[in-house]
């Protein structure tokens, strides 16, 4: 927000060119063009929630309050529509779940974002993409909502660059980053006809790809386990003790071969947990590390999160949590956009 804590409303017949300016002198945006927040849309966005300025909840790191009102001032300047609105509101209120961390995330020096993945009917309702280039600047839906979301953890929380956003370097993905995924293989980790919103504190993407011909199913593990341990190894810390799930993204291809040899997701947890917990030893050991015991990066089942997206092609991505400590969130998506936390 501004420094003055107030989110000043235009006027319909502003000039746009005029508000991006005002507002970037107030340090609110993110350095894209928006689109002004007047009182018409954001009552627009705003038709289904009942009580628009009930506190939800404190957003570090200023821990100020985060309302559907203001929610809908900074979906409005991402230029989400107001059928896209619940998703953006069930997000940002997800993300205030303890086991995310978001003080943590928004404020270390490391490279940590919000990304968000939507499943369920909502998906084909209102178009967001979980085929080719679900993740780029081309799926309009997903980068409007990734976007949103962005803003509003960064302008209600006060995560300004350089001051309590202390990012070294940060990265892309902090602008914005939301995708679809289908639910419908036995190997993703999310089932159900409902639609749902997951967050998660990601710090960047990995493209991973199958050994060889992909001839057995080791050729897709192998790969996947040696992407996660490198993000262990990298942080600096690989032996810690991390609260941390992994999310791995496969596309179709890779899930019917899977299917194709009879492979379900907890073989493919099983033989993930022994993978990494043995690379992850030798590695530390050829580090020069100490080694007291085994060592586990996926202690429980719930610990691996598998989700089906993606077009043409076996190139599989790894999305590598923060190594600060953070677990994703999942709610289900409500007409309101608020649940119960």
């Known amino acids: ?48 929630v009942d009580q628009p300025e009930s506190n939800l909840g404190l957003v570090p ?27 953006v509101l069930t997000a940002v209120h997800a993300c205030l779940e303890e086991q995310l961390n978001l003080l943590g995330v928004q ?35 997903n980068v409007r909502i990734g976007r949103a979301v962005s803003l509003v953890l960064r302008g209600v ?14 990265q892309p993905g902090k602008v914005g980053m939301c995708f679809a995924h289908e639910v419908t293989s036995a190997l993703s980790s999310f089932h159900g006809s409902e639609s749902a919103v997951t967050v998660f504190a990601f710090s960047g993407t990995a ?37 941390n799930d992994e999310i791995l993204v496969v596309p179709p291809e890779i899930v019917a071969l899977l299917e194709k040899w009879g ?37 429980k089942a719930s610990d691996l999160r598998v989700l089906v997206a993606g077009g043409t092609g076996i190139k599989m991505t790894y999305l590598p949590t923060w190594k600060g400590g953070s677990r994703s969130v999942t709610r289900p998506l409500t007409a309101t956009g608020v649940g119960a936390l």
């Open 61 to 87: 790191p200023l821990y100020a309050e985060l309302t559907a009102w203001k929610t809908a001032y900074f979906s409005v300047m991402s230029g989400i529509s107001p059928a896209e609105f619940p998703i």
């Open 207 to 243: 493209e991973v790809l199958p050994l060889g011909d992909c001839n057995v199913a080791e050729d897709i593990l192998r790969p996947l386990a040696e992407s996660v341990v490198a993000a262990r190894l990298a942080m600096g810390a690989p032996l810690k003790r991390l609260p």
């Open 107 to 141: 404020t270390t020096t490391g490279t940590a974002a919000v990304g968000v993945a939507v499943h369920g009917p909502v998906c084909r309702q209102l178009g967001l993409n979980s085929g080719s280039g679900c993740m780029d600047g081309t799926a309009h839906p």
């Open 263 to 299: 492979v379900n997701l907890n073989q493919i947890y099983e033989r993930l947990r022994s993978l990494t917990s043995e690379l992850l030893e030798r590695r530390s050991r050829e580090l020069g590390l100490e080694v007291n015991g085994t060592v586990d990066m996926l202690t």
């Open 157 to 170: 929380g006060g995560a300004t660059p350089g001051e309590l956003d202390m990012a070294t370097m940060g």
């Open 1 to 48: 927000m501004s420094s003055s804590g107030v989110l000043r409303v235009f006027t319909d017949d502003i000039d746009a060119e005029r508000v991006f300016h005002e507002l970037t002198a107030e340090g609110i945006g993110d350095g894209l063009p928006v689109i002004p927040p007047t009182q018409r849309r954001i009552d627009a966005m705003l038709e289904t």
